[in-house]
């Protein structure tokens, strides 16, 4: 008689711990399924501006930028500092700071930083001059952001969150566009 009491009783904890599991994967592939983040950039205004005419032409322009970045998910992100690199073509003209933050689960941070242009290499790009005169530079922008993804604060992930935005700016009207593209790799 005990034998068969303990029976139904391990047959009902094993269906209760299969239950549960079903329910604990459902919800982790579907409400707590990582959501890619949502990155925009946007220019606030002329920082600084240097000009050397010796031994050569050196000319630095800082941009201040403020990036806002927007957690979807129902995990927090912190990432730590890194740079991210602005490109005109294939060559390197800015490089942007990223200093370390918390991105709060389902809400979004404002990051003040700010871009320093190295303007003679943006010069002396042979295609710099046939897109002024067409009236828009277009700027690739990359950042990775390494960081640790917490759930609850009880299950914590290495994250790398990845954004490229293209930039176009539009030199007659000072109109700048974004358009950021960002997924996050666990």
Request: hydrophobic share 40%; charged share 15%; proline share 5%.
């Given at each position: 008689m005990a034998s068969r009491g303990l029976k139904i009783?391990?047959?009902?904890?094993?269906?209760?711990?299969?239950?549960?599991t079903i329910a604990i994967v459902t919800?982790?592939?579907?409400?707590?399924?990582?959501?890619?983040?949502?990155?925009t950039v946007h220019p606030v205004g002329l920082e600084d501006f240097q000009s050397s005419f010796?031994?050569?032409?050196?000319l630095n322009v800082t941009l201040g930028m403020i990036i806002t970045i927007r957690n979807p998910n129902?995990?927090?992100?912190?990432?730590?500092?890194?740079?991210?690199?602005?490109?005109?073509?294939?060559?390197?003209?800015a490089e942007v700071p990223i200093e370390a933050e918390l991105v709060p689960a389902r809400s979004q941070i404002n990051v003040n930083t700010s871009a320093d242009f190295m303007v003679a290499k943006l010069i002396n790009d042979p295609n710099f001059l046939s897109d002024v005169l067409g009236g828009?530079?277009?700027f690739t922008s990359t950042i990775a952001?390494?960081?640790?993804?917490?759930?609850?604060?009880?299950?914590?992930?290495?994250a790398?969150?990845?954004s490229t935005c293209d930039i176009s700016v539009n030199i007659s009207?000072?109109?700048?566009?974004?358009?950021?593209?960002?997924k996050i790799k666990l």
């Open positions: 009783c391990l047959a009902v904890s094993l269906l209760l711990l299969i239950i549960f919800l982790f592939m579907t409400i707590f399924k990582p959501k890619n983040p949502e990155i010796s031994p050569n032409l050196t129902y995990g927090s992100f912190q990432y730590i500092n890194s740079t991210s690199y602005v490109k005109f073509h294939d060559t390197v003209v828009t530079l277009n952001l390494p960081g640790k993804a917490r759930m609850l604060n009880i299950i914590k992930l290495k790398t969150s990845y009207s000072r109109n700048v566009d974004t358009n950021c593209k960002s």
